[in-house]
Nanobody, 124 residues
Framework: QIQLVESGGGLVQAGGSLRLSCAASGGSFATYAMGWFRQAPGKEREFVAR????????IYAESVKGRFTISRDSAKNTVYLQMNTLKPADTAVYYC?????????????????WGQGTQVTVSS
C-alpha cells in the first residue's frame, strides 16, 4: 500500500499561482500512474490531471488545460501540480491519487489510493 500526503494549498487571489505537492511513501512510486482531483462543497469529485508512470503521457481536464501543469520527480517520490492563472472556480479541496492500471482514466473510482487533500481557495 502506498501513502499519499498533499501539501501546498492555501489562499490566493484570482490570477495568482500555487504549486501543490503530493509525497508518496510505503510503496513503489514508479509503479503508479498519478492523478489530481478536486472537490468543491456540494459538487462531485472532478478530474484535474493525470501523469503516467514514465511521465510521457499526460492528460488534463479542459477546464485547466493551459493553466495547470502536472509533473513528477522520481528521485523525490513526489508528484506536483503547478496551478497558474487561478480562478475562483478553482476553489476546492485537491486530492492526489495513485492508479495501478496501465490504461489512462479520468474516473476517480478507478484510482486505488488517495491522499487526505489540501484546500485551495481563490478569492475574487
Amino acid at each position: 500500500q502506498i501513502q499519499l500526503v498533499e501539501s501546498g494549498g492555501g489562499l490566493v487571489q484570482a490570477g495568482g499561482s500555487l504549486r501543490l505537492s503530493c509525497a508518496a511513501s510505503g510503496g513503489s512510486f514508479a509503479t503508479y500512474a498519478m492523478g489530481w482531483f478536486r472537490q468543491a462543497p456540494g459538487k462531485e469529485r472532478e478530474f484535474v490531471a493525470r501523469i503516467s508512470r514514465s511521465a510521457m503521457a499526460i492528460i488534463y481536464a479542459e477546464s485547466v488545460k493551459g493553466r495547470f501543469t502536472i509533473s513528477r520527480d522520481s528521485a523525490k517520490n513526489t508528484v506536483y501540480l503547478q496551478m497558474n492563472t487561478l480562478k475562483p472556480a478553482d476553489t476546492a479541496v485537491y486530492y492526489c491519487a495513485a492508479d495501478l492500471e496501465r490504461v489512462p482514466t479520468k474516473d476517480w473510482s478507478r484510482y486505488d489510493y488517495w491522499g487526505q487533500g489540501t484546500q485551495v481557495t481563490v478569492s475574487s
